[in-house]
């Protein structure tokens, strides 16, 4: 009868459970230096502002001057643009040089101060206003006149 030998399959069993391992390792070194990229990637970004919270009524007079009061919210700086569409004519205006001289001291358009831009529209004209904040960059007013 003849014996049959048994290959020691322990060298071989060893050195597949250390790649194994390895493997493992490799994957696990590979997610986290992937989700660390995306990580810094996304949360390296400026997000949006939020727009100032400010709320303004406008209105036009007998004479047709548009008259904007400030009713509320942040104070908007008085180097804010405003942006008057009147039949697809656009002008560029200063915040500012609509406001008297007290409303001027101290640099912002605040609660309670209105501004007056003088006659721009006849009786048959519909205009559109944007006030944009220049300090944020941000449209704050919408409006039609």
């Known amino acids: 009868m003849k014996k049959i030998k048994k290959k020691n399959n322990r060298k071989k069993s060893s050195s597949i459970a250390v790649t194994s391992v390895l493997e493992t390792l490799l994957l696990l070194s590979m997610t986290v230096g992937f989700f660390t990229i995306l990580y810094i990637s996304v949360f390296?970004?400026?997000?949006?502002?939020?727009?100032?919270?400010?709320?303004?009524?406008?209105?036009?007079?007998?004479?047709?001057?548009?008259?904007?009061?400030?009713?509320?919210?942040?104070p908007l700086s008085i180097d804010s643009s405003i942006v008057l569409t009147i039949e697809n004519n656009r002008t560029d205006l200063i915040l500012g040089d609509f406001l008297d001289n007290t409303s001027k001291l101290d640099s912002l358009w605040s609660m309670g101060e209105s501004l007056i831009i003088p006659c721009l529209l006849s009786e048959d004209q519909h205009g559109e206003i944007l006030i944009i904040d220049s300090e944020r960059n941000v449209m704050v007013f919408h409006g039609y006149v």
């Open 44 to 74: 390296s970004f400026s997000f949006s502002q939020i727009p100032p919270a400010v709320q303004i009524l406008g209105t036009t007079s007998e004479n047709l001057d548009i008259i904007l009061y400030h009713r509320g919210g942040e």
